[in-house]
């Protein structure tokens, strides 16, 4: 395939954010480009089966997007992958200081847990975003 | 024979129209339509950007009152 790749670098666990990251993966894969999600810090949390807390945690965007009944983020990334190329990391160094393993997470979502370094190091050939 | 199956979006926001139409796309011949029902606006704008794109047809796009009516041709 020889469009670029895009790679998606998830930190914060703010409902808007994980929106859009979701929405831009899931057209991206459906698009014909590939596309790989890197989650640490607190956007791990969002991806827990069952998280402490609410997992929409946000402003008043976030509520809006719940009464609104925008398609919800883990159901686009699940998408994304069974209808293109969409592969998810988990950070496992945000892994390990949440106390988390792979089976905590959403299931069918997360490929692996990965490293930043080989994430940053695959970026090079693509274009890289932050959320 | 040209099959022709509708997918009713209405009241889902962007990108479910485009993820539903692709799932769909997934399920037909080539050469079948789908004409997909969306309220909403980006959708419409979006669908044929996709279409051409991945290389399929968009046959019509057409306004009926708030409801869009966009039939894309499967073509690979």
Known sequence: ?131 | MVAKTTIDMRGAFCPGPLMELIANLKLVEIGDEIEVLSTDKGSAMDIPEWVKKVKHETVSIEQIGDIWHIVVKKMK
Do not use: W
């Open chain 1, 1 to 131: 395939m020889s469009t670029t790749s895009l790679y998606i670098l998830m930190c914060s666990g703010e409902h808007e954010k994980i929106q859009m990251a979701a929405m831009a993966a899931a057209v991206a894969a459906v698009s014909e480009r590939p596309v790989e999600v890197f989650i640490s810090m607190n956007a791990v949390k969002f991806f827990q089966k069952n998280p402490a807390g609410n997992r929409y945690s946000g402003g008043e965007f976030s509520k809006l997007l719940l009464d609104k009944k925008a398609p919800d983020p883990i159901d686009l990334f699940k998408q994304g992958k069974m209808l293109g190329e969409l592969k998810l990391y988990a950070c496992s160094m945000a892994m390990d200081v949440a106390g988390l393993e792979l089976d905590d997470f959403v299931d069918d979502l997360i490929d692996s847990a990965g490293g930043l370094t080989k994430f940053l190091s695959d970026a090079e050939t693509g274009q890289l975003v932050v959320f």
